[in-house]
Structure formats: C-alpha cells, structure tokens
C-alpha cells in the first residue's frame, strides 16, 4: 500500500510572491501542495483542516503597508487563531519564510498564549538587504532542521532585524532551544555564534544573530533566509566555479518537513 504524500497549504495573500517557488520545493520533498488564497481561508477556516503543513511564503503580502507582514498577521491573529491551534495541537507543522516569519511573529503565532515575545524590525543598514548568508543550526528541537547543521542560502528584505521584547526573554528563548538559526561566519572563518559575526555576515543586526525562531513544540518554525531559492546546485551564486554542492542547501528543509509524516 502506497502511503499518501503529506498534503502542504501554501497560504498566499496579495503581494506574496514565493508561492509557486515553494510550492515547488514541497513538491520536489515529496509533498503535495496547493496555494490557497488568504480569502478562502477566511471564509472557510476548516478547509486548513484538510492539510498536514500550513506553509506562509515569501513577498510582500500586502505590500507591507503599515509594517512588513502586519496586515496578514492581524487576520491570522483575529480569525485564524483556533485554526492555527488546532494545527499544533494535532501534531501538525507550520512553516513561515522570510515575510511568512514576519506574519508569524507578529500574529502572535510563535509567542506562547499569544503573547509576542520579539519582533522583526528594519535592518540596521536601513536598506533591502539581497544577499547570500551563512546560516549555523543550534539544538535539535525543530524538526525541520533535523540533520542540519549549516546551510547557504539567500536573503532578501529590509525588515529582518530580529529583536526581542527583552534581554531576559531573549534568554529564555535561546535556553528554550527556540533560536534554532542563527547567522554564521562562512566554516572557514570560525564555526561560532560569537560577537566576531559582523556585517554583512549579519545582515540586519538581529540580536544574537537569530535568523529563524521556533515555538515552544519546535513545530512552528520561522526564518529570513529563503530556502526554496536554494534547491537546486545552479541556485548557487558561484555555481559554475565548482563551489555548489550536489543540491541546494534549502532541500533538507522541505525533506523534513514532508518526511515528518512519513
């Protein structure tokens, strides 16, 4: 008996522009994926129920009027909230990149009984930042980073600067296994997570170099960098200098996430 393919819900809104891209990448994992409107959604919350993966992509959902990802955040957070729930107390995953870790965030989603323990604020360059980042995995509680121990892979946004509501509970999340991504001098450098990791190693200035958070399960995952741009040896950037690997670094990511049903 041939086991079904875990069902992925890429969630797009206006201005999202990744869906297809990571659509794709799921597909590639094993996955069967669909893109469905904010709107459908909204007018019918139980169609999420149909789903094993609960996937927000990259852009610019609503043209990040007011602040990057905060309009679709502020639907999630006041009309999804029970469906989100029900995805992590089902054993299910959700996976936010780049504006998808801003809805996230800011919704609520990743913060325990709703509360909003960071944000994602404007780089300290005060520009869009596209570029290439070294990315270092810490701890093990994120099963979509399992097997994990560095990846290459693109950024690009100009509100990714992770700041959290203080230091203490930047310490608790980081003791907590939350901060499982963090930015990396390239393996030649160091391999360390020290205050050395500078610009443009750092690209927005987040503290403690956090490039991706998870919640309390390690279900809920959300980073900046964008995985889907990197599955494939010719996404990478000197490719045709010898330096890609047999595939892109973003692979695993998606691998885990469909083999988490498996």
């Known amino acids: 008996m041939i086991a079904a393919k875990p069902r992925v819900l890429v969630l797009r809104a206006p201005g999202t522009n990744c869906d297809e891209e990571t659509a794709f990448a799921f597909e590639e994992a094993g996955g069967c994926a669909e893109r ?32 990057a990802g905060q ?13 989100i729930e029900r995805f992590r107390e089902q054993d299910k995953l959700v996976l936010g990149i780049c504006n998808g870790f801003q809805v996230l965030i800011k919704s609520g989603i990743l913060g325990s ?8 604020t404007w780089n300290d360059c005060g520009r869009f930042e596209d570029r290439w980042v070294h990315l270092q995995v810490f701890g093990n509680k994120c099963p979509m980073l399992q097997g994990i121990e560095r990846m290459y892979l693109p950024i690009a946004h100009a509100e990714g600067k992770f700041v ?15 901060l499982p991504l963090r930015y990396s001098n390239p393996v030649e450098a160091n391999s360390g997570d020290g205050d050395d990791i500078t610009y443009p190693a750092n690209p927005n200035g987040s503290q403690a170099h956090v490039a991706g958070m998870c919640d309390e399960t390690g279900r809920v995952f959300g980073l900046m960098p964008h995985p889907e741009r990197h599955t494939d040896p010719t996404h990478h950037p000197r490719w045709t200098r ?18 988490y049903f498996g």
């Open 242 to 259: 010898g330096e890609a690997g047999e595939r892109g670094d973003g692979v695993a990511v998606f691998e885990n996430a469909v083999g």
């Open 71 to 83: 309009i679709l955040a502020n639907q999630i957070r006041h009309n999804l909230r029970e469906t």
């Open 113 to 120: 009984n709703g509360t909003i323990p960071a944000t994602l």
């Open 164 to 178: 959290a509501q203080d230091e203490s509970t930047l310490n608790a999340l980081a003791s907590n296994d939350q």
């Open 36 to 67: 469905i409107h904010i709107r459908q959604i909204l007018e019918s919350p139980a169609v999420a129920d149909q789903f094993q993966i609960l996937c927000l992509p990259g852009g610019f959902s609503y043209g990040d009027d007011i602040a």
